[in-house]
Structure formats: structure tokens, C-alpha cells
């Protein structure tokens, strides 16, 4: 196999070779290049790199540099790809009962009904994988190359019931590529998407026995409930966690956890906020999360968003700061920023912070995250309220991951520019990093 160039930068090394647009890349010191993957890992901590290209007349031509005079090795040689992957990202193969894609409404813009189940892009950006896609090509790679970890959408251990969940004849039998990633050492991150009296209760406790029999290679368990919108026609039905379900789910896991660390020193497995404030219980204090392997899924970071604000928010000296600034977040993380932002204004004087509680109306009232505010529901919600000379937003608003990288624009295609245009304010993403909070604030003018 090979990959296609699509560009070669006119006076480059390899243009100054004979290479080509369209001439394709063989290998590397001899290994064969099939991808993204290969091309980095037999690039890195090599002293002498041999390139070997197919031209389009059939002729091979090696071209051969030393990586350590550059930063990187694709402007060494001039030359780049169509895609960052050097080839079609992977296509999900299952038609899951819960994927949130299904659940998009009409009209938006193509790219976001793309569903990947790419083991790349697991490597590369953290991405979850279902194994459903993996190639036998693949798991042996992931072995050879010992690419660690891993992070899989598992959903249920009880092979039956994921081919049921997944309606994929073979989302069963891919279990099996766990215990061969165990074997051979391999870690894993692992998420569990609950959907109530589907894969919850006694399916659950069985999913976190099997699962916990693969540590040290599963290094954590994340729970995450389903996530419902309103647009579920044609699709199951499922009903939305009630405070009694999330509570259960709550104690499955923590009791799991309680008796897994008194073994291990580990608690393994760890529910997401959301199953916490569905419930109404208190959430867990810093050492429960241990070292937050989990934190992007939405676990734990209740916790240590509160936590960092607060350590900042002691070393604060500023007295005084006459500024009127607003947020706006979703309804679950409405009472953490209540709590923060005025903890903040009573330490500085001057202060005025609005915090603004967005309904989901777009995707509907279940889908309670920030990052899934609409540009439509910020704006309808917000015009004529007292916004202050600046609105902060989560950057996930406005950011869509790869393969579409827009900074800007909201998922419903509404412009930053345009949102700040019609709500007359500027309008500031932030990452809701809690130390991030403190300085933002005082940086505005």
C-alpha cells in the first residue's frame, strides 16, 4: 500500500527530487506506510530517515534527511496530504440504539452526521472506538507498536446484549480483542454509555466484573448516561434518567469502587457527574477521582473545576475591579457557576457577574451540557438581558473536533460574529478550566 501526496512545496527537498503532486509515499527505513500511525511512529527517535516515493511514471526515488535539524518532518520535505490521516477517516459500522448522531435534527451541516469509529483517531486525539472496525491489519499494529491506550466504548460486557445495543452482528465477538490487548499489555480506557433498564442494573455490575478482570490493562471505567434529545422519531425508545435510577447507578458504581480499591488501591470505575446532579447527591471531594483519568467523559470534573477555581481565587490580591461581565452555561453547570462567580464577586469588590441558564431548545430540555448550546439558543435567550462588556462561553460551543476543525461557529452554523453582532458584546470561549476562570475575569477590561 501507499499514500497519495497531494502538494509538494515548489523548491522543497522532495520537489527538488522529482517529487510530484499525485506521486505517492511508500515507506520509511523500509517500513510500509499505510497511514497517519505509521508515519509518525517510524518517524519519531530516529537519527536518519530513508523516504522511499512512487512516482507517477512508475520509477522509485529515495529521498533521505535527518530529522533532528527539523521541528518537523513533513516541512522538511516539503510535501503534505489530503487528509491529516493520509487517508478516508473510518466509517462506524454499528447503529447503536443510542447514538446521538441519529438523534441530530434535518438541515444541519453535513459534516456533523458523520459518525467515525476510527482507532486512529483514538491514538491521535483520544477519540473512543467501538473495536467493531478494527482490522486484524489494525489489532496486530496496536500490539506491534504496543499504542497505549487505547480508549473503547464497551457499553456492556454481555455479548448478546451489545450486538442488541450496537445492531451489529459482530459487536459481540470484538469483545475478544480486550482480552488480546490485555495480554499484550496494552492499556485501556474504557466508557460505559447507561441506558436505563437496558445495560444498567445487574447488566452493569456484570460489565464492571468482567472489565475489572482485565486491570491493570483497563486502567478506569467511566459511566456516562445516555444523552436524549427531541429528535428521536423512528428510533427506540428510551426514557431519560430519573433522580431514583441515577441514584442506584450512583451506588453500583461506588460500592464497586469501594471494594475494587481495598484490593488494588484503585476505585477502577467512576460514575459522571451528571449521575450525581440527576440524583441530587453530593459530589465526590478530589481524592476519589485519583488522578482524573477520566475528566474529558465528563467525569469529575465537577469537582476539579471547583477545586482549582478556589486555590486561584485564595491567591487573588486584587481588591477592587468595577467590571460587568456575564455567562452563560448549560443547566448542569448552572449551580457550579452560581457558586463560583459569586464567591468571586464577594472577594472582589466591584464585581457584577451575571451567570445565564440556557434551556437546550434546539436538541431539547434533556441535553443539559454546555457544549451543545446552540448559537440560536444563546441569542433568543440572552437579547436584552444585561450582559456586561463581555459574555464567556465554553469553547465547545464553538469548536468542532476533527475531521472539521471550525473555530467560530456554532453547531446550528450561527457565527461567533454573528452572535456577538446581534447580542452587542464580545464574546469570550474558555475552556472552564477552573484557575483559567479567575484570570479571564480579571484580564477584562
Not at 534527511?65 to 522538511?76: E, F, G, K, M, W
Not at 447503529?95 to 483517531?121: A, H, T, V, W
Amino acid at each position: 500500500m501507499a499514500v497519495e501526496i497531494s502538494e509538494v512545496k515548489k523548491g522543497s527537498k522532495c520537489y527538488k527530487k522529482g517529487i510530484r503532486n499525485g506521486d505517492k509515499l511508500l515507506s520509511v527505513n523500509s517500513h510500509e506506510i499505510v497511514d497517519r500511525l505509521d508515519f509518525d511512529f517510524y518517524c519519531q527517535d530516529e537519527e536518519k530517515l530513508e523516504f522511499e516515493f512512487l512516482l507517477s511514471n512508475g520509477k522509485t526515488k529515495s529521498v533521505k534527511i535527518n530529522p533532528l535539524r527539523y521541528d518537523d518532518v513533513n516541512d522538511a520535505l516539503g510535501i503534505s496530504f489530503d487528509t491529516y490521516l493520509m487517508e478516508k477517516q473510518h466509517h462506524c459500522k454499528n447503529n447503536c440504539i443510542f447514538c446521538f448522531i441519529d438523534q441530530l435534527p434535518k438541515g444541519m451541516r453535513e459534516s456533523l452526521y458523520f459518525k467515525d469509529d476510527d482507532s486512529r483517531l483514538s491514538f491521535l486525539f483520544g477519540n473512543y472506538i467501538t473495536l467493531t472496525n478494527l482490522t486484524e491489519h489494525e489489532i496486530e499494529r496496536v500490539i506491534s507498536m504496543h499504542i497505549s491506550p487505547v480508549n473503547v466504548s464497551v457499553h456492556t460486557m454481555n455479548p448478546e446484549l451489545r450486538v442488541r445495543m450496537m445492531r451489529n452482528p459482530h459487536a459481540g465477538e470484538c469483545l475478544k480483542i480486550l482480552d488480546r490487548f490485555a495480554e499484550a499489555g496494552i492499556k485501556m480506557n474504557t466508557q460505559l454509555v447507561l441506558c436505563p433498564d437496558i445495560n444498567d442494573g445487574d447488566e452493569l455490575k456484570y460489565s464492571l466484573e468482567k472489565l475489572a478482570a482485565l486491570y491493570p490493562s483497563v486502567q478506569s471505567i467511566a459511566a456516562v448516561p445516555v444523552g436524549l434529545t427531541d429528535h428521536r422519531e423512528g428510533l427506540e425508545k428510551i426514557e431519560p434518567y430519573t433522580a431514583e435510577k441515577a441514584a442506584d447507578i450512583v451506588d453500583i458504581i461506588e460500592r464497586f469502587g469501594d471494594e475494587f480499591k481495598k484490593k488494588n488501591g484503585t476505585r477502577l470505575a467512576f460514575p459522571a457527574d451528571e449521575f450525581y446532579l440527576k440524583s441530587g447527591r453530593e459530589l465526590p471531594d478530589n481524592e476519589f477521582y485519583e488522578d482524573y483519568p477520566q475528566f474529558e467523559n465528563g467525569v469529575g470534573m465537577w469537582t476539579l473545576t471547583k477545586l482549582m477555581f478556589y486555590e486561584a481565587l485564595d491567591k487573588v490580591d486584587v481588591k477592587r475591579k468595577d467590571c460587568e461581565i456575564s455567562f452563560a452555561v448549560g443547566k448542569a453547570a448552572y449551580p457550579l457557576f452560581s457558586e463560583v462567580m459569586t464567591a468571586l464577586e464577594n472577594k472582589i469588590e466591584g464585581l457584577n457577574i451575571h451567570v445565564y441558564e440556557i434551556e437546550n431548545k434546539f436538541f431539547g430540555k434533556n441535553i443539559t451540557v454546555s457544549g451543545l448550546i446552540t448559537g440560536q439558543d444563546l441569542i433568543s435567550q440572552l437579547k436584552g438581558k444585561p450582559l456586561g462588556s463581555a459574555l464567556f462561553i465554553s469553547a465547545a460551543m464553538v469548536k468542532a473536533d476533527y475531521p472539521v476543525h471550525s473555530e467560530g461557529i456554532f453547531l446550528d452554523d450561527i457565527t461567533l460574529e454573528q452572535a456577538e453582532k446581534e447580542l452587542n458584546v464580545k464574546i469570550i470561549p474558555n475552556s472552564c478550566d477552573g484557575a483559567q476562570l479567575v484570570d479571564l475575569v480579571l484580564e477584562v477590561e
